[in-house]
């Protein structure tokens, strides 16, 4: 079956991110294309990726270069483009079923109005938070009723489903619940704990985009009041805009604050050993993929309880991170693991497994994948 992706992979951002992964997890099961943006065309030409698709076997075309009849699927990522200017009705026309994953807790200009008007074969969730978050105005914009935003789920905690119309008993809107495969391969494990010194400062960080409403309002006196003894501070994903929020804050020795991609991701994640990662009251995660990017390191998570988040499917609490319910839950943890090498270790190694063995076994994720193309 022919897939084709509308998106250009990346190794920052979310949406970009997700479609690294799943080509790795798909090219060899389905034949897989990328179509930039048309307004970005030239990423074509950046080396790593030209040479990256060729090694996967993926295929590579532009809006010029559609062919006038297409058959399979087409896909997009949280890619706003594509929502505009007729676009996914002109694949339609050409033969394509079509599937939207939105990736955020909030609805992008334009989707509703193509839920409406029946554009969309499938829209794919990634949690069932963010399913939550994001079905009540489909229910709406697919039935014309309307729904209270604190509306149950119609059968909560499955994979697939459907929105019947009230119009048509045949008219569904269909959905799959896709998660976020990582490949594991792509973020090794280290051992950090194995020959360490009891002298030795341990590191906690944190990795997202430069976009301030990821960062909690007390940061970074949050990670200076953790009450560690010996610490280093290390962020990436730093700018101008982030520093901004706190400009009278002084950076000593301890800290660390690279921008965006100063250096690969994996690399970055293999330097930590607490990643303690809160976010502001505005923000709400859907997945939570960079926490588990950090787990499979062996970087220990600690992260909110709850507040909408996604975390607590994430993170057994005690074997694989912690789940916090306050400021001092941060800090009673983050000390207790400063205190015991060896439970950092143990929980290091089991956020690993849990992460590799678990989150993102490759054969229940393809099993949703095939759910969403062939209804299996």
Known sequence: MNLYFFGWPSFLGGADTKLVHVIRLLHRHYKVTVIPNENETSRMEEPYWKEWLKEFGVGVLTWDTLPPKMNGWGLTFCNGWMLAEGRIDQLRDRGLKFAWSNDMMWHIVGELGLIMAGTLDHVIYVSE???????????????????????????????????????????????VNTGNYIDPAAFPFVDRWRQRSSREPIVVGRLSRPDPAKFPEDFPTSYEGLGLKRARFSVMGWSAQVAGRWPQHHYDDRWTLMEAQAMPSVDFLQTLDLFVYDLSGDFRESWGRVVVEAMLTGAIPIVPRGGGHHFDQLVPHGKAGFLCSSRAEFGRYARMLEKDPALCAKVSRGARHHAAEVLNNAEMHRGWWDLLFKGK
Not at 137 to 162: F, I, K, M
């Open 129 to 175: 938070v963010q399913r939550l978050a994001l079905e009540p105005l489909y229910r709406h914009a697919w039935t014309g009723l309307q729904v209270p935003p604190t509306a149950p789920l119609d059968s909560p905690n499955t994979v697939s489903g459907s929105i019947a119309s009230p119009h048509s008993p045949k008219a569904k809107l269909r959905w």
